[in-house]
């Protein structure tokens, strides 16, 4: 009797010492493992001891199915869910005489893209919504930048240009017009109804409305030592020689007002724009409405953005449950690529996967299966953000439209 006595405590000790062990060496895998050692331990206790095996025993198999399913999970890699940090921007907040031609041409690749080396993506300019960049792309809703630096000393000798027929022809009072391809490129981001390229303004304008923003005003709001980078980069992506700073900034000066200006120490400091923009459940909606630049294609009654025209009025309240019920849409359930049965499930489908369903109004001629929405903001949308601006979409509806002195058609675009 005693030996055994002893055999069960030497043993019982030895367990516990050794279950310590697993879960101070080996952190929450550790801690799993411990719990399948205790199963084995409490069971072979529960033999050892005939008037409690039961009890023992069953305590010791649910532990076992614990520790098994812990260590499992425990096993596997681990993954976090959280918003990525912010990139870090070619440049930090260096001005613009402070930084190399290169820093300079990989900062104005970061405001463009939002990344490098691929010619891809959206950045804080949302440049590529509209602007096609390679040579022999279809650029549907703005010119091909490709080969922009030749071409825009070209522009100016345009008999359009020289004779302006455009609903604005100085970009402020006095500013005057582009007098060389630097101060046509300036212009045409800070004016671009000074001058619309044949067959892109805006639609029944005959060309005389440009659909672009200003894009040193809200939402888009670039600096002027961002607008310089980006022009470096629009000639150093040709091959070509960038420009000094000291004239990319006096064109730009020549157009834009000085009230109009980021004052230097703020512009100094601010953020560049590299790396993709991230919108989280605190930001309010018009935060993040002016974040991802949505009014540079759509118009949203009851925000600032009312001028895009690219896609539909943003009427949702009015809009969602018509476009789930239209035949169109239903064909594309049936097809397996949308899935929305609620307004709210529609307008999260829209943003997120803007091809599952597009708005026959507003497809893309060359690709009308393809959204000419940014696809990627499942990536810069947390699921409280986009249920957040979900809800605020849902708010607005043909009156609140019509308060606005907003018209929309049948097909959801803005008539006046």
Known sequence: MIPGKLGLLVGTVAGIAFIKWAISGMGTLGLAFAMLLSA???????YMLPKARMLLVAVGFFTLMSGIFASYSNWLPQVRGEVPPPADAAGGGKKAEDMTTQELADKGEMI??????TMHGQGKGQCPLCHGFKKGDVSERAPNLAGIPSRSSERIKDPRYLKPDSIQTEAHSGSGRATSGIEYI?????????????GFGVKGSNDRESPMPTIHKPPTSLSIDELIAVDTWLFTREGEEAPA????????????????RPEPAKEAAAPVGGGPPIVTGADKPEDMIAKMACGACHTIPTTPNKFGAIGPVLIEKTNSSKRIASPEYQARVKAGKAHAKSPKE???????????????????P????????????????????????????????????????IKVDKDGKKTS
């Open 112 to 117: 463009i893209f939002g990344e490098m080396g």
């Open 186 to 198: 300036a212009e045409s981001h800070s004016c671009p109804n000074c001058f619309i390229v044949a």
């Open 366 to 405: 060359g690709a009308p299966e393809v959204s000419m929405m940014p696809a990627d903001f499942s990536k810069k949308f947390t699921y409280e953000a986009v249920d957040k601006l979900a809800d605020f979409l849902l708010s607005i509806d043909e009156a609140a439209a019509a308060k606005d002195g």
């Open 40 to 46: 084995v331990l409490v069971i072979w206790l529960g």
């Open 245 to 260: 700073v000291a004239d990319l900034r006096a064109a730009y000066e020549k157009f834009i007002p000085a009230g109009d």
């Open 346 to 364: 529609y307008i999260i489908e829209s943003i997120m996967n803007p091809s599952a369903y597009v708005v026959p109004a507003f497809k893309n």
